[in-house]
């Protein structure tokens, strides 16, 4: 089959594009369209032409799997600009994505339609990039520049009705897209065409404008460069002749897609689209999920719940007793008032969520649920009483699993009849927000049931990853390696605020001091204690100095930094200094240059040792869990990305 074909509706040419999964533009695309001008420009039947697509969605762009390769003409920009120089007008028919070259396609046509719910987008700076083919160029002349602004330097897609408010498409089109294209074609051409995108004026905005802009989309960046040479080749768009733009743009352009950050970028939008769906798991069918249970209501259970009620699941919460239900109906209301003070839900959208969850004490309401979620305290007899429940009560093929951080879910299931049916799944707090969740098969758990795991984590829009078992799974074992290594320069003299500012600079939001002190240093505390008390031999830590000091974080008034009342300026303290000095050999000190390498270099061995031992699939999945759950920055691709050796 080619991937262009065209067909005729009277004077009207349909252009399609068939070129399974997304339409990327491959070569042979771009060969193909450049073919069908030329030879629609020398048919005089033909007076107007659609450009539309198969399969699930209008052009997605480039194909980025080319990126790293030399590139083949026909280029986009000049594909771009023959559509739009075309004789005839095009009319660029629009369902599911236009995205990136598919947008930039589309701004070559004399016009744009779409069906309702489909989405536009110039998502470039999310790859690292600019637009190559006008997408900074066009979209100022098509829609202003600061509709403009708003689309290339956020990367997000916008719906066809938002968009059609912006000026970026012409006609939602209710029905079907054929006829409604063909139809709109047929009333455009009894009117005075619009004049082609790249004649038409902008207006350029003041120096304060772009000097806002700037400082807005920098905040937002976190680091990454390509949002603001977006901007930059935006404010030339405005400022400069078309076709100098278009060269602006195009250097741009080819200077990012050779950069580290494009590269990280890259890798993780592939592992992105690789870890949800386990080439083993391909031919297993999930079981349906149609009524789901939680047990417990506290912050875990309540944000779970969220996210079950969220992606319109209906959810069963079973409490102790009838108090510990008010209060986890509370938990969960309170969780999407919050939303609502936001302006994300409406107040009766938020009444209908809360509406969808039933509370009970009463196990035999559990007798045809779907799948449940145990989400209560971390202990191990606590959680084995629940699945002794839960193996009476549920159906045999229901999925149980449990949501635990640090215990062994081999453990957890001993003694469940079907165990075949069991499952850990590791929610990030809070769960509603949160986009990882680790997925912890036993020996036991059978590939159905891991199969469901991950459809449980597409239908919540989270990103799952599986993990073997051992102690804090993928993400949390890192974190200690982390925070000890951390603590290790602490110990040779390195000031604690140095290396939270390191970690910043970095691309974190936060160092492991200051998140230490803000999530609180008892719960790491307590684990120790509990390992200590155990027998095992967990060596003390600065932070056990701290936290027996009364030390505990933000929530006691101080931590590994002070902090005065209603605020949150973590100032260094004198106390700590002196609770730690005993412990501090300064040796020889550290650059700030080299604090955060150091850091990331002890994440990246635990990362070693955790794929040698099998606890990960792929190195690319330890990436997404520290990028998803840890808020490793994003363009620098993970902690395993950012140390591979280079060739
Ligand atoms: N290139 C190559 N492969 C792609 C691709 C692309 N642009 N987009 C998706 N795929 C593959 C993906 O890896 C997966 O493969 C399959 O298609 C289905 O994807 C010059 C420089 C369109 C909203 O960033 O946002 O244009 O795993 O699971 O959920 O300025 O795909 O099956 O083997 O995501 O239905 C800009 C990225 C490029 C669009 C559909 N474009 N894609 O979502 O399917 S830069 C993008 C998406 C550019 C110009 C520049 C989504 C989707 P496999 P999927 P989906």
Sequence with gaps: MPVVTTTYEGDIAL?????????????????????????????PQVKAVVLICSGRTFIAGADVAEFGKPPMEPHLP????????????????????????????????????????????????????????????????????????????????????????????????EGDLRDGAVTFARVALSKPLPMPVSARPVVAPDAAFWAAREKAVARTAKGAIAPLRALDCLRKAAEMPFDEAMAQERATFLDLRGSEQAAALRHVFFAERAAPRPAALRQVAPLPLRSTAVIGGGTMGAGIIAALRGAGLPVILIERDEEAVARGLANVARTFDGAVKRGKLTATQAQALTDGVTGTTDYAALSDVDLVIEAVFEEIGVKRAVFAELGRHCRADAVLATNT???????????????????????FSPANVMKLLEIVPVPETSDQTLATGFALARLLGKMPVKAGICEGFIGNRILKRYRMAAEALVRRGVAIADIDAAMRDYGFAMGPFEAQDLGGLDIAYLQREGARAAGQAVPETLGDILVRAGRKGQKTGGGWYDYAADDRAARPSSVVAGLIGAWITPGRGMERAEI????????AAEGQAILTEGIASAAADIDLVEIHGYGFPRWRGGPMFATRARE
Excluded at 103 to 131: D, H, N, Q, W, Y
Excluded at 405 to 420: C, F, V
């Design 78 to 173: 000049d594909l771009v600009a023959r559509i739009e120089g075309a004789a005839k007008p095009w009319v660029a028919a629009i369902h599911g994505s236009a995205l990136g070259g598919g947008f930039e396609v589309a701004m070559g046509c004399r016009f744009r339609v779409a069906v309702p719910g489909a989405s536009v987008g110039l998502p470039e700076v999310t790859l690292g990039i600019v637009p190559g083919a006008g997408g900074t160029v066009r979209t100022p002349r098509l829609a202003g520049v600061e509709a403009a602004v708003d689309l290339v330097t956020s990367g997000k897609p916008i719906r066809a009705e938002k968009a059609r408010a912006a000026g970026l498409i012409d006609a939602v089109v």
């Design 405 to 427: 951080s640090y215990l062994d879910p081999r453990l957890i299931a001993e003694g469940l009849p079907q165990a075949a049916r069991f499952l850990g799944l590791h929610f």
């Design 15 to 43: 252009v399609s594009i068939d070129n399974p999964p997304v339409n990327a533009l491959s070569q042979a695309l771009r060969q193909g369209l450049w073919d069908a001008v030329g030879a629609l420009d020398a048919d």
């Design 596 to 603: 955060a390498p150091a850091l990331i270099a002890e994440m």
